[in-house]
């Protein structure tokens, strides 16, 4: 079966960094475009990054261009999201998702996998 799994969450410092890797299993990892969203406490679940299935960039979010990077490594079926000069903001769990089909996808329902998350917490 599909599996995501999340790793590489902590508590952290404003400025600070942090890579967070997702590994999947169960499918043509090489094939789909991949996702790492955000949902912080009281809000909606937000689009961070989309990476193609060849490593382009497809999508930032405007908030974290600059300093976010998003990556994948096909041979070991894992999508990363590198962050750098982290702000309290950024405080959230993070989920990677398997785009559902081709074609950008930009909403939460347009994929189909998720991981269960990661717990990212920058203090001030």
């Known amino acids: 079966q599909v599996q995501l799994v999340e790793s590489g969450g902590g508590l952290v410092q404003a400025g600070d960094s942090l890579r967070l890797s997702c590994a999947g299993s169960?499918?043509?990892?090489?094939?789909?475009?991949m996702g790492w969203f955000r949902q912080a406490p009281g809000k909606e679940r937000e689009l961070v990054a989309i990476?193609?299935?060849?490593?382009?960039?497809?999508y930032t979010l405007d908030s974290a261009k600059g300093r976010f990077t998003i990556s994948r490594d096909n041979g070991k079926n894992t999508v990363y999201l590198q962050m750098n000069s982290l702000k309290p903001e950024d405080t959230a769990v993070y989920y990677c998702?398997?785009?559902?089909?081709?074609?950008?996808?930009?909403?939460?329902?347009?994929?189909?996998?998720w991981g269960q998350g990661t717990q990212v917490t920058v203090s001030s």
């Open positions: 998702a398997k785009a559902a089909g081709f074609g950008l996808r930009l909403r939460p329902r347009e994929y189909d996998y």
């Open positions: 169960g499918f043509n990892f090489r094939s789909y475009d």
């Open positions: 990476i193609s299935w060849s490593g382009e960039n497809l």
